[in-house]
């Protein structure tokens, strides 16, 4: 049979090659093309859709030739009905009443005796986002479903998902789910793998477990696993790994199918098969706690050995591959280290590697190091710190001291090394050296000071803020130990007011520890230190240990020996530093990308889709422009909502409500008796004097949300959280006066407790009305703050004109004062005990500054902080310190978050400086930010 397009001359013009249809347009070729789409020779025909899609592709706008392209739709070539439902496909949205016409033609295409074009047509219907398609759709689906050939069934099973992502009312009403289980159980492996697919993509846009994994499909997945292409692979291991086994024997015997995948020759197949022999291990270690012990024990080991093989396998494949696999195997060598630790050899570094594998391959070898194997390391180690790439070089240097602090019986030998590298005087070497030994001595103290007077005859070589500050520091902690400490730290001081902030606290701190040890000939050095952090810096913080450790050394010399000379606590080894649920989270996210970022999912996954039960209301928003979801994300890019690094948001589903539906009206649940009195008689006087009021912010400007300015603020008034929101109508001809609101997943598990806004009057254009949006704590709307890193403040928030249709976003941020609950006063033992219990580390300071009079009078902000649910412990004078009081305060989130402050004031200043204390670390700087704003306002 000749090929599709005939042999002609035109079709040869080119050589053979399509690329001369993406040369650069004629002017009047549009009027041209017209001609060309309208000729009765089939060849001319195809090569003018041909240049149409090569204009589509690059960009250009060829709309204008919708109803031309569409007329070529009615044709036997299968290959120009595929240029023409492609061309469909891309411009659908923007010409849906022009669709419908081909819509006969796709209902005939999905009967038609070739399966291929069977299959077309369904697949087309189901990429045409257009609600009024998916009307004609269900029926040419439900028969594709049950087609006969396999091809058209595993295409009409992905359509399922499609449809899902426009209608799911309809999915679930016309039965799909449940056709879609029934072809788990197809006789065809791609059938198979497209079904699950299907169910998977559904379950992660719904939230609900619709895959719902039995025995009888257990074994129709395990049986297809065998038999489908390599990507049907990764879905069904994909889904075994979500599947919980009932017991430590089930999960063996599904290990013991899935171990011949170990072997494929793709490695997203053999990474999924790790994931799911993981995650089982688990099952069966725990199921080994009772009576199996002994064989589940050795099933494990042997497991163990099989996983090894191919993740080394791994690193022999391309450089991005490779890094891929190095992430993996980072949580993998963190979960279970013995998996690889006598392989520690393949992870070190070839000299083409590039420096991304290189830096993955030192994390990998400092998580594999032990006793057995340090020699073998130091050695690769040393040899990596003569590389040219100083990144690189500095890395090695840094691993060397990790591996010190990491093992105690090689730290010696860790020291002898970095000696011999400072020894070759090259800058960045010895700056690195300086780093990682002062992190020795700080985790064996008083153990490898012999080396200090080496350290010293380098000091000229040291530019870098962090390897200054950290020499430093060595001279002021031992300075006793070294003859010319007082000399040593003047050469720093000649240039104080230039250096680093890090590296002037370090000067401050060392030249008090250098006088406390020396008092008879630093005196003089140390007034001069003083003076330069009191008198002469902009620093706060420098200033404020020096005023610290000027009143110590004033008033109490022995509590300043106390406290600048006590121990400190011994620094621990942070090799496996990810957190037990974050890296059972991540373990089970291997071969995606949060196993490559090392964060959830929802810290980096921005979804903006309709919940199932949305029907009819915000749910339709998703659907409602592509260019608003994108104006959303840019603009939330500007206040600064956090990328993949940062993500404090957590960003997830803006349209997920977590179980809401617009028609639940929840009402808000009290948090508590109101106005708990003082139990120490302090601040007396009722709430009422100082009722909570929002603080508005504009968040949307009338440009950017049809006709409407929008302000935002949070409150708490008798024990109800509430958004309280401002209309001003500026150009919308409609009276605002139906609206949906939804918000998305947040640091707060904030929703709202009824998703309808009534505003009643209607608010006309020209006028302004307001609002207020009762909102409720919903475990189900909270998004987990990424470790280490501080809560987002951002609250993002999506409202529905009802009259108009229009969807707007905006973010804005939420003031946790709004969250204290009305049970947050402690009594004075308890609040003591608190304070003590919660390490010194996670203390937050500040100082706020030109205070209005009412927040300098104690009384006043107490009366203040009382009605803001902060509560008034006790109050004492400072020693030795005229006019100058100290005041204790209690508060706790209606989510439980406790958070202790200690504000001084003094007698004429309009300042006052902060001290808050907290388990809730992430949440700590919301909360001395509340407190500063009650005080400011």
Not at 129 to 150: F, K, M, N, Q, W
Not at 817 to 826: I, R
Not at 850 to 879: C, H, M, W, Y
Request: some cysteine; aromatic content about 6%; charged content about 25%.
């Amino acid at each position: 049979m000749p090929p599709i397009g005939g042999g002609g001359s035109k079709g040869d013009a080119g050589g053979g090659s399509d690329s001369r249809f993406f040369t650069t347009q004629k002017k009047g070729e549009m009027h041209e093309l017209r001609l060309e789409l309208h000729s009765t020779d089939r060849t001319t025909k195809v090569d003018a859709v041909k240049k149409v899609i090569a204009s589509m592709t690059v960009g250009k706008d060829v709309s204008m030739l919708f109803t031309d392209v569409l007329n070529c739709v009615q044709t036997g070539n299968i290959e120009l009905k595929k240029l023409v439902y492609l061309y469909l496909i891309n411009y659908a949205k923007s010409q849906p009443e022009l669709t419908l016409l081909a819509v006969n033609t796709f209902v005939k295409d999905a009967n038609d005796p070739n399966p291929l074009i069977r299959a077309l047509a369904v697949r087309t219907m189901g990429c045409i986002r257009v609600d009024r398609i998916t009307e004609y759709l269900c029926e040419p689906l439900s028969r594709a479903l049950r087609d006969e050939d396999p091809y058209v069934r595993k295409t009409a099973a992905v359509c399922v998902a499609k449809l899902y992502d426009i209608a799911p009312g309809l999915v679930q009403e016309r039965g799909f789910l449940e056709t879609l289980h029934d072809l788990i159980s197809d006789s065809n492996p791609s059938v198979v793998a497209n079904s699950v697919a299907a169910l998977s993509e559904i379950a992660e846009t719904s939230g609900q477990d619709v895959m719902k994994i039995s025995a009888a499909v257990l074994q129709k997945l395990l049986a297809a696993l065998n038999e489908c292409t390599e990507w049907g692979q990764v879905f069904i291991l994909d889904s075994l790994a979500k599947y919980t086994p009932a017991d430590g024997r089930e999960a063996e015997g599904i290990i013991e199918r899935v171990t011949p995948r170990l072997q494929h020759a793709n490695s997203a197949v053999v990474m999924s098969a790790v994931k799911v022999i993981l995650s089982y291990m688990e099952i069966m270690a725990a199921g080994g706690a009772g009576g199996s012990g002994g064989s589940n024990a050795d099933s494990i080991r042997n497991l163990t050995r099989k996983l090894a093989p191919p993740l080394v396998t791994l690193l022999n494949s391309e450089p991005e591959i490779q890094y891929v696999a190095l992430r993996n195997i980072n949580l993998i060598v963190q979960k279970r280290p013995n998996i690889l630790e006598n392989e520690i050899k393949v992870f070190f570094c070839k000299y083409n590697d590039p420096i991304y594998v290189k830096m993955e391959k030192l994390e990998i070898i400092i998580k594999l190091v032990s006793e057995r194997n340090i020699d073998q390391v130091l050695l690769e180690l040393k040899e990596y710190a003569t590389e040219v790439d100083v990144d690189f070089v500095r890395k090695s240097v840094s691993a060397i001291g990790r591996c010190a602090v990491k093992l105690e019986r090689a730290a010696e030998r860790c020291i002898g090394v970095l000696l011999e590298l400072i020894q070759t005087k090259v800058n960045y070497v010895v700056q690195e050296s300086v780093i990682v030994i002062k992190d020795v001595f700080r985790r064996y103290p008083n153990r490898y000071e012999s080396i200090i007077a080496t350290l010293c005859d380098n000091l000229d070589t040291l530019d870098e803020p962090l390897a200054k500050a950290s020499m430093i520091w060595i001279i002021g902690e031992y300075a006793e130990r070294i003859d010319n400490a007082d000399e040593l730290l003047d050469t720093f001081l000649e240039t104080f007011e230039e250096e680093d902030p890090a590296v002037q606290l370090q000067l401050l701190t060392a030249t008090v520890k250098c006088f406390l040890k020396n008092p008879e000939d630093t005196q003089d050095m140390v007034q001069r230190v003083l003076d330069l952090a009191t008198e002469e810096s902009d620093n706060p913080d420098l200033r404020d240990r020096g005023f610290i450790y000027w009143r110590l050394l004033s008033t109490d010399p022995e509590a300043a020996k106390l406290v600048v000379l006590g121990d400190k606590p011994v620094i621990e080894d942070d090799t496996f530093r990810l957190e037990p649920n974050l890296l059972n989270v991540l373990i089970g996210q291997i071969a995606t990308l949060s196993s490559i970022y090392h964060k959830p999912p929802e810290s980096f996954v921005v979804r903006a889709r309709g919940h199932p039960g949305d029907a009819g209301g915000i749910g339709d928003a998703a659907d409602d422009g592509e260019e608003e979801e994108e104006e959303y994300e840019d603009e939330n890019d500007v206040q600064g909502s956090g990328g993949a690094g940062g993500g404090a948001a957590g960003a997830v589903d803006l349209l997920d409500m977590g179980g809401l539906g617009i028609s639940d009206n929840q009402s808000a649940q009290p948090s508590g008796g109101g106005g708990l009195e003082d139990v120490f008689g302090g601040g007396g006087g009722g709430g009422g004097e100082f009722e909570p009021q929002a603080r508005m912010v504009k968040v949307c400007t009338a440009d950017k949300s049809g006709g409407v300015d929008i302000s935002a603020g949070f409150r708490q008034v008798n024990g109800k959280i509430t958004m309280e929101l401002e209309f001003q109508n500026v150009a919308c001809a409609a009276p605002l006066s139906s609206l949906a609101i939804q918000l998305n997943k947040n640091a707060f598990g904030l929703s709202p407790a009824s998703q309808q806004i009534i505003c009643n009057p209607p608010v006309a254009q020209g006028t302004s009305g307001r609002n207020s949006v009762e909102l409720v704590n919903t475990p189900a709307m909270l998004a987990p703050v990424p470790a280490g890193q501080p809560a987002t403040p951002q609250v993002q928030v999506a409202i529905k004109n009802m009259s108009t249709g229009t969807v707007f976003y905006f973010a804005v941020n939420f003031n946790l004062e709004a969250l204290f609950a009305p049970d947050g006063a402690l009594d004075r033992t308890a609040f003591i005990e608190a304070w003590k219990g919660i390490d010194d580390r996670k203390e937050l300071y500040g100082t706020v500054s030109d205070l209005p009079p009412s927040s300098t009078d104690i009384e006043g902000v107490q009366r203040k902080f009382k009605t803001n649910n902060v509560f008034f412990i006790a109050r004492r004078p400072v020693p030795n310190s005229e006019g100058q009081e100290v005041v204790y305060f209690s508060m706790r989130t209606v989510t439980g978050m406790e958070f202790l402050a200690e504000l001084t004031f003094k007698q004429g200043v309009n300042a006052c400086k902060i001290c808050l204390k907290t388990e809730s670390s992430a949440y700590g700087v919301l909360a001395k930010v509340a407190l500063e704003n009650l005080l400011r306002h």
